[in-house]
């Protein structure tokens, strides 16, 4: 296979998952940031430091799951979904700086993507196990629903 159809296909998975750890160094930085201006026993400093523990936390099961449906399904809406997920885990982790109240709306809104992701993983994945083993092929249809729904993320 040529190395220029494979970036093809995922180039859009590499864009979200660089921009991602970008956003893992600045988590990084407010976290350094916050521990050398003030003690480290502040409510500051476990304020930031829990934000970024709890985006930690949940990194490797983004990750995972959306190349999975960018592979598996298809990279466009698998990428457009990582880029919300990334938008919205900077929500939570600003409105973790605040109050942890405020984080609310961006982690319920990071598990309907993340479950979104999961359901694309599993429709790419029975998709393929048909064409195995039946013949069928329902990928330009799945595909199609996909990048409709995709567009159902950004509903509140």
Not at 45 to 61: G, H, K, L, Q
Not at 107 to 120: A, D, E, N, P, Q
């Amino acid at each position: 296979m040529d190395s220029n159809k494979v970036v093809e296909n995922i180039y859009l998975l590499v864009i979200v998952t660089l921009v991602s750890v970008l956003q893992n160094v600045f988590f990084a930085q407010k976290v350094e940031r916050e521990c050398k201006n003030q003690n480290t026993r502040t409510s500051a400093f476990e304020r930031v430091s829990c934000a970024n523990r709890n985006c930690m936390d949940a990194y490797p099961t983004f990750l995972a799951v959306m190349w999975c449906a960018g592979l598996c399904l298809s990279q466009a809406p698998a990428a457009f979904a990582g880029i919300i997920y990334l938008v919205v885990r900077q929500k939570y982790f600003v409105g973790y700086l605040g109050q942890t109240s405020q984080s609310t709306p961006g982690y319920l809104f990071g598990k309907r993507v993340i479950t979104f992701l999961s359901l694309m993983c599993v429709v790419g994945i029975a998709n393929y196990l048909l064409v195995r083993f039946y013949g069928s092929d329902y990928k330009e249809y799945v595909e199609t629903i996909t990048q409709a729904a995709t567009a159902l993320l950004l509903i509140p």
